[in-house]
C-alpha cells in the first residue's frame, strides 16, 4: 500500500506555524546568519536552530524560546507563518525544509481554459512546472519524493488521475509559453522571426496565427531587436503553432496594449474552436489550455474557469476548488473563497468609478486619527492650459541626424526631429499631433492608445526633456484662473514634474546599494513624513525591500520601489507611465488606490498616467486622452475628456464593449456578439457604467 494517502481534513482550526528562511537574507557575511549561529543549539532540544558550513535549519517543532529568537532575525530573514491545521497534510510539493510548499494543483478540463489567479510567490509557476511534467511533484516528502505510479493513485478519482496517468505514458505534448527576459532575447539574436515561427509550425497555421497577432509586418526582423511587445507577440505565436495536447500561457499580454491583449486572447482561445483544427470538434475537446494572467479584465474574458491561489507568498501557496470565472475573481477580490469556507484577506478590493474618495484600507487606516485623515484631503486650485502641439520623428539616412524647429502659429508649435533610427526606411515618419488642452489640480489623467501611438512622446514633452529652437528647455505657464497659458512653453518643468519612465529609470537598477541607501539619497525628505511612510512605503510593501540591493530586486519589487520614489518627489504634476508592469492583480488595485489617494486626495495635485491595465486605467482615472490615427505614421491626441466620453470613444475604436460588475465595480470585457455586446453597441455606449446583472 502505498505511503501517500489522501487525507480528509477535520475543520480543526489549531493554527500551525512553518519556518521561512529568504536565503538571500541570510548568506554567511550577513547579520542574519551571524545572528543565527549564535543562538544555534543553544536551547535544552539542542536540535531547533542548527547551522552548518553555509546552510542554516530550524526545525518547524522548535520550542517557544527559539521560536521567538528567530522572529527577531535581524534583516527580516527569518518569517515565522502560522498555517491552518488542516493544510498540515496533502502537501501536493515541498522544495526543503523550510521551504516553499503548495497545497493542491489546477484541474485542466479538456476544451476549456482555465484561468489561474492569484499575487505573486503564491505557487502558479510551481503549479505550471508539475501541470508541464518539468517538476515531479513530491506529495511533501522532500526526502522520499513519491514515484509517478505513487502520483497517479494519490490522484485516484479526479481529473488529475486520467492526466497524470496521460504524463507517466508519455502520451501527452505540453507546449509552454517561455518566459521573457534578457538573456532569452540575446540567445536569438541574429534569427529571423518568419524562420524560428517556421521551424516550430506543426499545425500549418503559421500565416492565420501570425496574421491575427499583427506579426506579419515583422517576420523579417531580428528577433533579438524586437520590442517587449513585439517580443511576447512572437512567442506566443511560436507556442500558438506547435501541435500539442495542453498549451501553457505564463502572463502572455505583458508589455501590450489593450488592442494587442484582444488580439493575444482571442488566439490562445481559439484553441479551444473546432475550426482551428483538422480533426475538428472531437480535436479541440481534447485540448488542455491554463492560462496565467493578472490583468483581471483579460483573465475573464480569455477564461472558461478560474481557480485562486491565496496563502503566504514565498511560505505556502493553496489552490481552491474551480469554479465559473465570475465567481472565482469575485471571490478572490472579495478575500473570501466560500465554498471552503476560508477568508484569506481581512478587507476586499473594489473598483469604484473616479475613485474621488479618500482611501483607507484597515491595515493604514487604522493608524491615522480621524482629523488626520480629513486634514491629508487637499482642495482644487485651478486649471492649467497646454497649446496644441505636434512633433514628428523622420528619418534621412543612416549616420545623418538633423534637428529642427520650427513655428506656424500662435496655435500650433511644431517641433521636428530628423533621427537617424537603424530599423527605419530612409525617408520615413511619425508625427504626433496633440490638441490643445488644460488640467486641473487634484486630478488624473489617463492616456489611452496603442502602442507607438506617442504617449510617452507627450509625456516626455511634458517632463520637459525636449529643446527648442533656441536650445533652451522649455515650461508651460499656469493661470489659476483658467486662461491661456503662454503658447510658445510646451512643458511642465518649471512647474515642478516628478516622472516614473516606462522602463523605471535604469540608473536606480545601477545603483550598488540597498533600498534604503537610494530611498534615502532620492526622498530622504519624505521619508521623514509619517503619513507618506503609512499611505505610500507601507501600502506598497517597500519597507520589506529596504535591506535588498537594487540590483537584486526583481522586476514588480523595482515597480514598486520606482513608484514610491516618484510619489516621495516633491512636484505639482506626476507623470506615471505604465506602472502596472511586473505587478500581480493584488498589488496593482493596490497601487491605484495609493497613486490616487496620495496625489489627489492628500497633496491636491495632478497625475498624467499610461496604463493598458484597462481595470487599473478605470479605477484611478478622473479623464481620459485618447489617442487616434495609425501608430508608428501619424497620431492625434486628443484634449482631455471625462471618463464617459472618453472611454466610450476608446473602447468604439477596439469595437470592444465593456461592463461592470455589480459586487464590486471591475470592468468586464462583453463577450463578442453577445446580447449585452449588441444591445450596447447598438446604444452607442462601449462602457456601461451602471450594471445590474450578469450576461
Not at 172 to 186: G, S
Not at 248 to 266: G, I, N, P
Not at 374 to 402: F, H, L, N
Not at 597 to 609: A, E, P
Request: hydrophobic share 35%.
Amino acid at each position: 500500500m502505498s505511503k501517500f494517502v489522501r487525507k480528509k481534513a477535520t475543520g480543526d482550526e489549531v493554527e500551525k506555524r512553518i519556518v521561512i528562511i529568504d536565503p538571500d537574507k541570510c548568506k554567511p557575511n550577513s547579520a542574519a546568519y551571524a545572528y543565527l549561529k549564535r543562538h544555534a543549539k543553544t536551547c535544552s532540544k539542542g536540535h531547533c536552530i542548527q547551522v552548518e558550513k553555509k546552510t542554516v535549519v530550524i526545525s518547524e517543532l522548535a520550542c517557544a524560546t527559539c521560536v521567538n529568537r528567530a522572529k527577531q532575525c535581524p534583516g527580516e530573514a527569518v518569517s515565522v507563518v502560522k498555517l491552518p491545521a488542516n493544510l498540515e497534510t496533502d502537501t501536493t510539493h515541498r522544495y526543503g525544509p523550510n521551504s516553499f510548499k503548495i497545497h493542491g494543483l489546477p484541474h485542466p478540463r479538456p476544451g476549456c481554459v482555465l484561468g489561474l489567479l492569484g499575487t505573486n510567490g503564491i505557487g502558479k509557476s510551481t503549479a505550471l512546472k508539475i501541470l508541464s511534467g518539468t517538476l515531479k511533484p513530491n506529495l511533501g516528502n522532500f526526502l522520499s519524493p513519491a514515484e509517478w505510479q505513487e502520483i497517479v493513485t494519490y490522484y485516484r478519482g479526479s481529473d488529475l488521475q486520467n492526466y497524470f496517468t496521460r504524463v507517466l505514458e508519455n502520451q501527452l505534448k505540453v507546449a509552454v509559453k517561455p518566459q521573457l527576459d534578457a538573456a532569452f532575447q540575446r540567445r536569438l539574436r541574429g534569427k529571423k522571426v518568419k524562420d524560428m515561427i517556421k521551424h516550430r509550425d506543426e499545425r500549418n497555421k503559421m500565416d492565420e496565427i501570425c496574421a491575427s497577432l499583427d506579426l506579419m509586418h515583422l517576420m523579417e526582423r531580428d528577433v533579438g531587436k524586437l520590442s517587449g511587445g513585439e517580443l511576447q507577440r512572437f512567442v506566443v505565436a511560436c507556442t500558438l503553432v506547435k501541435d500539442a495536447d495542453v498549451y501553457m500561457f505564463d502572463e502572455a499580454t505583458s508589455f501590450l496594449d489593450v488592442k494587442q491583449r484582444l488580439q493575444v486572447t482571442e488566439a490562445i482561445r481559439a484553441l479551444c474552436e473546432k475550426n482551428m483544427w483538422e480533426g475538428g470538434e472531437q480535436a479541440a475537446m481534447s485540448k488542455y489550455v491554463v492560462v496565467v494572467e493578472h490583468d483581471l479584465a483579460i483573465l475573464d474574458y480569455m477564461s472558461d474557469f478560474v481557480q485562486c491561489l491565496y496563502g503566504s507568498p514565498g511560505a505556502y501557496g493553496v489552490v481552491t476548488k474551480r469554479s465559473n470565472v465570475r465567481n472565482g475573481i469575485n471571490q478572490f477580490l472579495a478575500g473570501y473563497i466560500e465554498q471552503e469556507n476560508m477568508r484569506f484577506r481581512n478587507h476586499a478590493l473594489t473598483f469604484k468609478v473616479a475613485a474621488t474618495d479618500f482611501f483607507v484600507n484597515d491595515e493604514v487606516g487604522g493608524e491615522l486619527e480621524e482629523g488626520q485623515q480629513q486634514a491629508a484631503v487637499v482642495g482644487k486650485m485651478g486649471t492649467i492650459r497646454y497649446p496644441a502641439m505636434s512633433k514628428t520623428y523622420s528619418t534621412v539616412g543612416k549616420g545623418e541626424e538633423v534637428r529642427r524647429c520650427e513655428e506656424r502659429s500662435d496655435e500650433l508649435q511644431t517641433l521636428t526631429f530628423a533621427l537617424a533610427k537603424p530599423d527605419s526606411k530612409p525617408g520615413s515618419s511619425f508625427t504626433l499631433n496633440i490638441e490643445a488642452g488644460d488640467f486641473r489640480d487634484g486630478e488624473v489623467i489617463a492616456l489611452m492608445g496603442e502602442n507607438g501611438c506617442g504617449k510617452t512622446t507627450f509625456m516626455e514633452l511634458l517632463a520637459g526633456n525636449t529643446k527648442d529652437q533656441r536650445g533652451k528647455e522649455s515650461t508651460i505657464g499656469s493661470n489659476a484662473d483658467g486662461a491661456d497659458a503662454d503658447t510658445a512653453n510646451p512643458s511642465l518643468a518649471s512647474l515642478g514634474v516628478s516622472y516614473k519612465t516606462q522602463n523605471n529609470n535604469p540608473k536606480h537598477r545601477r545603483f550598488e546599494g540597498t533600498v534604503r541607501d537610494l530611498l534615502e539619497e532620492t526622498i530622504n525628505s519624505s521619508l521623514s513624513d509619517r503619513l507618506f511612510r503609512l499611505l505610500v512605503v507601507r501600502a506598497l510593501q517597500v519597507e520589506e525591500l529596504e535591506d535588498l540591493k537594487v540590483s537584486s530586486l526583481s522586476g514588480g519589487e523595482m515597480q514598486r520601489l520606482a513608484i514610491t520614489i516618484c510619489l516621495g518627489t516633491p512636484a505639482s504634476v506626476y507623470l506615471i507611465d505604465e506602472p502596472s508592469a511586473g505587478l500581480d492583480c493584488e498589488q496593482r488595485v493596490i497601487a491605484a488606490k495609493v497613486m490616487k489617494r496620495w496625489i489627489v486626495n492628500h497633496m491636491g495635485k495632478t497625475c498624467f498616467l499610461v496604463e493598458h491595465d484597462f481595470v487599473m486605467a478605470t479605477a484611478m482615472a478622473d479623464r481620459v486622452i485618447v489617442y487616434e490615427g495609425i501608430p508608428g505614421v501619424e497620431c492625434t491626441a486628443t484634449a482631455p475628456r471625462n471618463v464617459n466620453e472618453g472611454f466610450n470613444n476608446f473602447l468604439k475604436r477596439l469595437d470592444v464593449t465593456f461592463r461592470r460588475d455589480p459586487i464590486n465595480f471591475r470592468p468586464r470585457i462583453n463577450k463578442k456578439n453577445s446580447r449585452k455586446d449588441q444591445e450596447q453597441k447598438a446604444a452607442g455606449c462601449y462602457f456601461l457604467f451602471d450594471d445590474d446583472g450578469e450576461d
